[in-house]
């Protein structure tokens, strides 16, 4: 079945930078597109970017300069990289599939997510 | 950017009950080429991930029960649950699927009575 696990550091000190590994199974990373979504402790779902079936990447303006997102098909992986990492990306990390269905960007699985504290 | 707004921000209701919540979008999400609304709409219980219960405004996902209904054009959404359940309190997030950045509304809180 389909799944998706994210792991990551956990804590991170002020201006350093976060990496997440997600790890899928029972899908294709050449045919599926992932999204990487972010959730501060009690509040709401922002969307960090997302890497395409054929390697391309979209991300959110606001935090374009400090993310990367790559993956490696052959070990079903995709990465999340942040840099200068504050107190206000303290969040949970999910990583989540993109509908196969043309013109949609909507997440249909998701990770149980990583959490990350930037603290230090 | 696309800013979602949703209300009430909570809401109680009794087992059996209908509801309905409004998600508002600062833009049209109605793509006007093929006359498809691009909003999603994600159930997030305590403790859990996001699942995804609605997409293209009223395409039920596989497996939501027939209780969930989304609506709506343009800029005004509805996600109604003509008989709420025990298991349906969580909190309901919609999601502009149309344009980048993807953004969501900040959730309507489903509490039981």
């Not at chain 1, 930078?17 to 294709?28: A, E, H, K, P, R």
């Not at chain 1, 990465?79 to 990492?85: D, T, Y």
């Not at chain 2, 209904?69 to 919609?94: H, K, N, P, R």
Request: with cysteine; hydrophobic share 30%; charged share 15%.
């Amino acid at each position: 079945q389909v799944q998706l696990k994210e792991s990551g550091p956990g804590l991170v000190a002020p201006s350093q930078s976060l990496s997440i590994t997600c790890t899928v199974s029972g899908f294709s990373l050449s045919r599926y597109s992932v999204h990487w979504v972010r959730q501060p402790p009690g509040k709401g779902l922002e969307w960090l970017g997302m890497i395409w079936g054929g390697g391309s990447t979209d991300y959110n303006s606001a935090l374009k300069s400090r993310l990367s997102i790559s993956k490696d098909n052959s070990k079903s992986q995709v990465f999340l990289k942040m840099n200068s990492l504050q107190t206000d990306d303290t969040a949970m990390y999910y990583c989540a599939r993109k509908l196969l269905r043309t013109y949609y960007y909507a997440m249909d699985y998701w990770g149980q997510g990583t959490s990350v504290t930037v603290s230090s | 950017d696309i800013v979602m707004t949703q209300s009430p921000s909570s809401l109680s209701v009794s087992a059996g009950e209908k509801v309905t919540m409004s998600c508002k979008s600062s833009q049209s999400l109605l793509n006007s080429g093929n006359q498809k609304n691009y909003l999603a709409w994600y159930q997030q219980k305590p403790g859990q991930p996001p699942k995804l219960l609605i997409y293209g405004a009223s395409t039920r996902e596989s497996g939501v029960p027939d209780r969930f209904t989304g609506s709506g054009s343009g800029t005004d959404f509805t996600l109604t649950i003509s008989s709420v359940q025990a298991e349906d309190l969580a909190v309901y997030y919609c999601q502009n699927d149309h344009s980048y950045p993807l953004t969501f509304g900040a959730g309507t809180k489903l509490e039981l009575k």
